[in-house]
């Protein structure tokens, strides 16, 4: 059944009646552009760049560990085995730092004042820094090398950090919730990151692993290892990996 408009012309013409119907779809063509674009923009990464990105195993929601045995058996610990982490528990860990639970309204694993979302989360590994995209449970690298030794000497001089496996650093850039609250954002933005600390601890604990809460270092010297952008602040780091004798 043909279903063309009365209104319009077909074939098409020059006249400009006939003209109006592309120029509505031209309009439609370039809403759909920025709406594309504005969930590229929403990833941080150019198109390009998503290829650039590695995707994580996908996160377990179900495991044999409870909250209760997490809460009872989680001690600090600051010696840790060389022994790399897998892609899996490494994805776990992020993930319950800031993974996205909510696809439709992109709420995460920890809670967040008006869903401002200020944290940025990092794996620091022996391989290099790299930024957690939640959107896309994926990692994009910011830095290569290994600078464990360096974020420990910028972390009052602990030493032992370089033997940590992993470093889960959280981030944040204060803005996207003082805008909307004001001074007393920058509160919330601490609280923020506590909440998501405290999931890494206790799904530490429950992948068979161990951690520490560092929060003794010097911001400006952090940054720079990490290479964060401008705007972002350091709040916590999390050594994690396996318990050595």
Not at 167 to 178: C, F, Q, S
Request: glycine share 8%; charged share 20%.
């Amino acid at each position: 059944m043909n279903t063309w408009p009365r209104s319009a012309c077909y074939p098409p013409a020059t006249s400009r009646k006939c003209r109006e119907p592309r120029r509505i779809g031209a309009w439609l063509g370039l809403i759909a552009g920025l709406r594309v674009a504005a969930v590229v923009a929403s990833t941080n990464l150019p198109p390009e760049g998503k290829s650039m990105s590695k995707v994580l195993p996908p996160p377990q929601t179900k495991g044999t560990v409870s909250v209760e045995e997490s809460l009872a058996r989680r001690r600090s610990v600051r010696k840790f085995r060389a022994d790399a982490l897998t892609a899996e528990q490494i994805g776990q860990l992020l993930w319950a730092a800031q993974g996205v639970t909510e696809p439709q309204r992109g709420l995460r694993t920890a809670p967040s004042a008006g869903a401002t979302f200020p944290l940025e989360t990092y794996a620091v590994t022996s391989e290099g820094v790299f930024r957690y995209q939640p959107q896309l449970h994926a990692l994009a690298e910011i830095r290569r090398g290994d600078v464990r030794a360096d974020l420990g000497r910028a972390a009052l001089e602990q030493a032992w950090m370089r033997t940590a496996p992993l470093i889960v650093v959280l981030a944040a850039v204060p803005e996207r919730t003082t805008r909307r609250y004001g001074t007393r954002g920058t509160m919330y933005v601490h609280m923020e990151a506590g909440h998501a600390a405290q999931n890494v601890h206790l799904q530490a604990v429950a992948l068979g692993l161990d951690s520490v809460p560092v929060g003794a270092f010097r911001d400006a010297e952090v940054a720079e290892v990490l290479g964060l952008p401008k705007g972002q602040v350091p709040l916590y780091l999390v050594p994690v990996g396996r318990a050595a004798p």
